[in-house]
């Protein structure tokens, strides 16, 4: 198998995204509208936080077109457009778990999830 080395782009590219992520509230939001969308007040009460917070973070992710809003009535709806965004956090969870990345903090969940 040859080895690929990503064009100089990526890492521009892929440095704003992981700035972008770097945040575990907007990674949790991620987390919770993987499967379903959900609109800010579900999300206010998942993560514990105001809804003004909660709409700061939706709309960085908006933005960067990590996430979309789909309105319906006085409600928004916010889903992932593609969910393969958090394979990363999923990735790093499972080295923590596994005990390959020595360093961070102990997950509380001791087994590996699915990417």
């Avoid at 440095?15 to 999300?43: D, G, H, P, Q």
């Avoid at 979309?68 to 009535?73: D, I, L």
Wanted: hydrophobic letters at 45%; one cysteine or more; aromatic letters at 6%.
């Amino acid at each position: 198998m040859a080895k690929e080395v990503l064009p100089k782009i990526a890492f521009i590219n892929n440095a704003k995204t992981y700035k972008l992520l770097a945040n575990e509230k907007r990674l949790e939001i991620l987390n919770n509208i993987k499967f379903e969308e959900k609109r800010v007040e579900e999300l206010v009460k998942i993560l514990g936080v105001s809804k003004a917070n909660v709409s700061q973070h939706l709309a960085l992710l908006r933005h960067a077109g990590i996430v979309t809003g789909r309105r319906e009535g006085l409600n928004v709806y916010y889903k992932i457009v593609d969910p393969e965004i958090i394979k990363p956090c999923v990735i790093l969870y499972n080295l923590w778990v596994s005990g390959t990345r020595a360093h961070g903090p102990a997950p509380v969940r001791k087994q590996k999830v699915s990417v």
